[in-house]
């Protein structure tokens, strides 16, 4: 376990507006759309509005592709990841294992999620400050604001959570079982049905950058989280002329975070 000041000690910008769209545009350049709500977050924020911003921000980056959030569902909800819903209330009630505080827990779950894996799920999640989800550090403070609000009251504001340390945090697993992506590719099956070239059909639809790129932008998605979703959660999204049902669905569960990462980042770089 790591306390909190292992992350490095916190500080205090100024004025810090988050411009989602900008980050969102970077990944797809070829694209043009309108951009969704600008998310301004600001120091002076309380951890109510924090909270919002936040909520918006866990389904604008992916987190839905494996978490629900059902009120009274308990951690086993219709998701690969916990439910959320009371994820605070839960942790209160005294659930054994991860750092002691809710904030401590709630932030080692998004830095580092494979330090502490919850009971019963697999080593799929990635880390939120890389990708897809990106959160840049005020966002890492609204998510959490937002965590807290589920059931129980938000009161983290701007400078009360550590910064990320410098380095993306590395997922918890020898790096001997992170697999070229190639070989993963191949050895997972992907090869059997996937084509990497523009315009070839194989079962399933070629996985050329390009075409990544166009699927992703319409479904207002960046590449990399339309990529964890379309192999964790293939259901959530089925390409028109293909046969539903086909692609295995058990990708979440048999990938770990690090080869979860390997595969989307080889995926949505490879030059075509
Ligand atoms: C690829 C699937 C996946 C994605 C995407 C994902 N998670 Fe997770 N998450 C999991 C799994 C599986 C667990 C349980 C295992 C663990 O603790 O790592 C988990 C655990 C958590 C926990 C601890 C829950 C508890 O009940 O103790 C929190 C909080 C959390 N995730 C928040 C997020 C947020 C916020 C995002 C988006 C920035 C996100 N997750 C994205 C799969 C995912
Ligand atoms: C048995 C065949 C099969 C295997 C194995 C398979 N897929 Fe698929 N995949 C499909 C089919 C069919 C579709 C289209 C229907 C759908 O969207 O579910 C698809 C859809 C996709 C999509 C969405 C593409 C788009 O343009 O809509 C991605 C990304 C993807 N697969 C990646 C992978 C990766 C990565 C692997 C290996 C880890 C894999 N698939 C393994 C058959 C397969």
Redesign the pocket.
Known sequence: MKSLAAYGAPAMPALVVVGFFVWFANWIPQTRWQPPQKLAITVGMTPAELAVQGETLVRQRGCMTCHTVEPGAGIKGAGRGPNLAEVASRRASGVQGGPGTLVEYLVQSLYEPGAYVVDGYSNIMPASTAAPAKLGYEEVVAVVAYLQSLGARPSVKIGDVPRPSGAPAAPAVAAAAIADPRT??DS???A???SLEAGKKV???S?DVD??GH?AAARKMSVEA??VE??VD??A???KD???????QD?GAR?NAAQLKS?VDY?AGRKS
């Not at 293909?242 to 295995?248: F, K, L, S």
């Open positions: 993963l590719f997972l099956g992907c059997g049905c996937h079962l399933g639809p996985l075409g990544l699927t339309f990529l379309s192999i293939p259901k999204y089925e390409a293909y046969p539903p049902g086909v692609m295995p990708y990938l595969l995926l």
